[in-house]
């Protein structure tokens, strides 16, 4: 049986693309590609996977986001990548949550669009 292995992309709508990529490019260091978007090539020596979850129509986990969705990229330093979007003047949530499934931090992009940074656990 065929079987879906992984997310193959995120893809949304944006008022600018062009500004929003060199956004995502200053802030997040993402490698943003001439034809406007990013490729992410799996590295077996970093930890970490992808997930796919649907929410609630009710949930507020996105919020103060008013979209229907919420980007969540891996980091290798979640400390310093959240003290550079703040030095920035990035929208940074104070917040930081710890858990077994790693560190989580929360930032709104400049169209309103809510992102999750996880740095992932080390591996063992």
């Keep these: 049986m065929a079987k879906v292995t992984g997310i193959g992309g995120i893809f949304f709508k944006s008022r600018d693309p ?22 992410f090539d799996d590295d077996a020596g970093r930890p970490g996977y992808t997930v796919w979850c649907p929410f609630s129509a009710d949930t507020d986990y996105f919020a103060p986001s008013a979209h229907p969705y919420m980007i969540n990229f891996r980091v290798d330093d979640l400390d310093g990548m959240l003290a550079q979007l703040r030095e920035a003047g ?18 709104m992009d400049p169209e309103g669009t809510r992102i999750e940074l996880w740095q992932p656990p080390a591996q063992a």
Excluded: C, I, N, Q
């Design 18 to 39: 062009k500004a929003l990529g060199e956004w995502y490019a200053k802030h997040l260091g993402m490698a943003v590609e001439e034809w406007g978007g990013v490729r």
């Design 90 to 107: 990035v929208t940074v949530d104070d917040r930081v949550e710890d858990s077994e499934f790693g560190r989580f931090g929360w930032v």
